[in-house]
Structures are given as C-alpha cells and as structure tokens.
C-alpha cells in the first residue's frame, strides 16, 4: 500500500516527492490497545503541581512588593502555559499505545515527535509494574519493560491494573519462552 505524497517533484524528472505519512513506519494495522483515561488526570495533577505554587508565588511578590508590571506578566505567562500544557494533556494521552504482535511489542506515543519502540519477546530480561499514590487512586498502574539495552527500554503508562497485570504476566511468559528458544 503506497503512502500519501506531496505534490512536489523535481523539475528533472526525479522524484522528490516526500511521504506525508509512511504506513511502514507507523504501522496502523497493529491491534493497537489505547492506555486508560485516567491518565490524563494524573499528567494534569502533575502539572497542577509544579505550576501552581510558581505562580502563586510571583503574584504574590507582585501584590506585596513595589515590583508589579513584571511579576504580574509572568503569573499571567504562566497561567497561559498551564492552560495551554492542560489542554495537550489529552491529546497526549491518546497518542500513548501498544500491540501485542506474534513476535514483538509496539509502544507508540508522542503528538508533534512520533515515537514507535519494538521490543522483541526474547529480549525482555524483566518486567516491572509500578503506581504512585494518585495512579493508584485511580486504577491504573504503569508497566516498564527492561532489555539488555538500557536505551531501549520501553513503558506504558496508564493501564488498568488488571490489564497491567494480565500483560506482566503474558510478556514475563513470553520472554522466558523465546529466551530459552535462544
């Protein structure tokens, strides 16, 4: 299946056309699994975190100090990045996936960067699941995939505790098996 081209070509007769989207590159035909909701709650807590108290403090050094035009400037710099960064969120969360293929794991996420990882079955060494104090308020926990590689390991955030569950199990099974393949 050919991807989309742009209408651009060279005026030498070779092709310069540039793939707008390249379906080898981001294979949609995977059966993609979506990560819980949820998490865009614990991403947006985050932020809350962080932003909130920096902003409460440059307005009140604006309110109580001689200083105004510019700590007001940046308290209102700063709610516009926290509307902003709250807005994101959610798109954020839904670009998070994973499939479970015969012979791999794909791990997708990012809006503007795109990023796939493959984590082939045997290369897994271990598997981890962890949950901070509100993820596990909320259900869901956070499965982290570790290989001999320390740059390829690979984590999905988000997922109901069941399914983390489920799918520790399934890839600690699966990479003990093709392992002992090896």
């Known amino acids: 299946m050919a991807a989309p081209l742009s209408e651009s070509a060279a005026p030498t007769g070779r092709s310069d056309r540039v793939p707008t989207d390249n379906p080898a590159l981001w294979p949609e035909d995977a059966p993609w699994q979506q990560v819980s909701p949820r998490l865009a709650w614990v991403r947006r807590a985050g932020m809350l975190t962080f932003l909130v108290p920096i902003v409460a403090a440059v307005a009140a050094t604006a309110t109580w100090t001689d200083v105004t035009l510019l700590p007001w400037g940046i308290a209102v710099a700063g709610l516009g990045f926290l509307g902003w960064g709250l807005a994101v969120v959610t798109r954020s969360v839904q ?88």
């Open 95 to 182: 670009a998070w996936g994973y499939a479970e293929r015969a012979d791999d794991l794909l791990v997708r996420h990012g809006i503007l960067v795109r990023r796939l990882s493959v984590v082939p079955y045997g290369r897994m060494q271990y598997v981890d699941v962890k949950a901070g104090p509100l993820e596990r308020a909320l259900g869901i926990a956070t499965v982290q995939l570790h290989t001999a590689a320390a740059a390829s390991d690979a984590a999905i955030p988000g997922l109901p505790t069941v399914e983390a569950a489920r799918l520790r199990d399934r890839l600690a099974a699966l990479g003990e098996a093709r392992a002992a393949g090896l």
